[in-house]
């Protein structure tokens, strides 16, 4: 028998998950974030069960082209655009969108050999300082585009960097309006916490990625828990050993728990190298069929311990749930100091996957 530790991806819940961004952003198109392998969840495991969505949104040439390789027809978004002039041959082959954030991708396109016109995302910085041409250089990027033949349609594209707080887009937004006055062109700007709480952000095309996933674009499940929004992800394992402590006995790499009278624990076939936070401390929630306990000590690399005093009837070979559906990944993430979006996109390639 295989080690027991296995990732589920539940194809279902994603497929809920983009109706729920439908519903929130019911007039525009929907490009689906799929960077990352999916967030983690597999690419190729995943797209299937997002095929009603309007286009998929990620970064590497590689992906995009499996996505062709596979069958999807429809438009496939580069959101950091080409990092080469020679990616031009890929982004024109496999008729890829392509985001242009510097003069020099512009200079690029002019010289370029393509057999039809790309479609651009024109990306301006609205804030965050991180890509993105400033507002007042939009008009000017915009219109050099615009004289080239190689160039098809126009979208301007920004991204916001405080879209979880209720004041957070505000500020971007008005830069936006002034940067586009003018421009009559399509816009794009909402990542998933705009698309959920800033509907005056949605415009032509919207970019969910992480509530495709059900996790919360804040990193507090709370924020989401009335959305309908399913987890995709549930990682889970088994109880392979017991412990009885009694008072004083420590756990784990340098004893970073101690009991505190007699205490049942037990020892669980996962750990940081499956992708388990090892910065979760103890008190880090985990489920021990439907019961919720805590993990204990120091996280190890294949191994963690929790407390079954709550569970008196687990033993060896109980199902442990270290987040899904009893345990939100952001509990975990947010106990571990993080965001559901890296221990997703942390899972280790030695945990197998099933898709259900
Ligand atoms: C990752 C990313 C998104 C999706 O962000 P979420 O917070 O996961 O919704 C949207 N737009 C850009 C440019 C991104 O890089």
Known sequence: MSRPVRASVNRQALRHNLSVVRQAAPQSHVWSVVKANAYGHGIARVWQALESTDGFALLNLE???????????????????????????LIDRYRLTTSVHSNWQIKAL??????????????????????????????NAWQKLRALPGVGEITLMAHFADADNPEGVAGPLQRI??????????????????????????????????????????????????????????LSSEIIGVQQLTAGDGVGYGYRYRASGAQRIGIVACGYA???????????????????????????????????????????GTAVELWGNDVKIDDVAAAAGTVGYELMCALAPRVPVEVI
Request: charged share 20%; with cysteine.
């Open 63 to 89: 992906e995009a082209i499996l996505l062709r390789e596979q069958g999807w027809k429809k438009p496939i978004l580069l959101l950091e655009g080409f990092f080469h002039a020679d990616d031009l041959k």
């Open 110 to 139: 002019a010289t370029a050999q393509l057999s039809a016109p790309v479609d651009v995302y024109l990306k301006m910085n609205s804030g965050m300082n991180r890509l993105g041409f400033r507002p007042e250089q939009v008009h």
């Open 177 to 234: 309006e002034q940067a586009a006055e003018g421009l009559n062109c399509p816009r794009s700007l909402a990542n998933s916490a705009a698309t959920l709480w800033h509907p005056l952000t949605h415009y032509d095309w919207v970019r969910p990625g992480i509530v495709l996933y059900g996790a919360s674009p804040s990193g507090r499940w709370q924020d989401i828990a009335g959305t309908g929004l399913q987890p995709a992800m549930t």
């Open 274 to 316: 499956d992708g388990y936070p090892r910065h979760a401390p103890t008190g880090t929630p985990v489920s021990v069929g439907g019961v919720r306990t805590r993990t204990l000590g120091t996280v190890s690399m294949d191994m963690m311990m929790i407390d079954l005093e709550p569970c008196p009837q687990a033993g060896i």
